[in-house]
């Protein structure tokens, strides 16, 4: 590996710690639920196994090719999802980053295999007209990979049923944010369904709404 490839790696895995703290920081997730991965030349890298995120360290990230192989030597355990993180990379060649938590409002929304229809324009957020939620299959399995794979086509966000909730990004930042929409979307549409189901805008309503996000290119960093 080059300096500068060793380095771009290192300032990488600072992020991912960073980020990963956030994400807790931020009511997403709780306890050592949750991983993160960042794609690398080789692979990815993914949070480890049942370590908490304010006990995890830069070294502490594990390397893995996109088949789940280790790159490294005497590394820890990599999250029981290495293989969602891996399958989603693969599939998706433009995203380097992906997330996945279990916060509250989504994950309740999951727990009755609900999607969050466009009751309000920005389920665009997420690329679609509506946030998917993917059939269950249990955790770490190949079977709940290709759910997620599917429930992500053209998308940058999905529910997982009875489990979470994953995103995409161009980065870990990119990643966060979509999630913390998600989330919000999730919490409005509960309150929302208080009153009975909310009215959803109608495709040619989120035609323009997507038109408008890009060219606003909206939800994009500076």
Known sequence: MAVADFLDEQALRHQLVTVARRLNGSGLNQGTSGNLSARIEAGLLVTPSSLPYEQMEADDLVALDLSGQPLLK???????EWRLHADVLSCRPEAMAVLHCHPIHATALACHDRAIPAFHYMVAVAGGDEIRCA??????????????VKALEGRSACLLARHGMVTLGKDLDSALRVAVEVETLARMYLQALQLGEPPVLSKEQMRAVHAQFQGLHYGQAD
């Open 74 to 80: 005497q590394q820890r355990r990599p999250s029981s």
């Open 135 to 148: 059939p269950y299959a249990t955790f770490g399995t190949k079977e709940l990979s290709d759910n997620v």
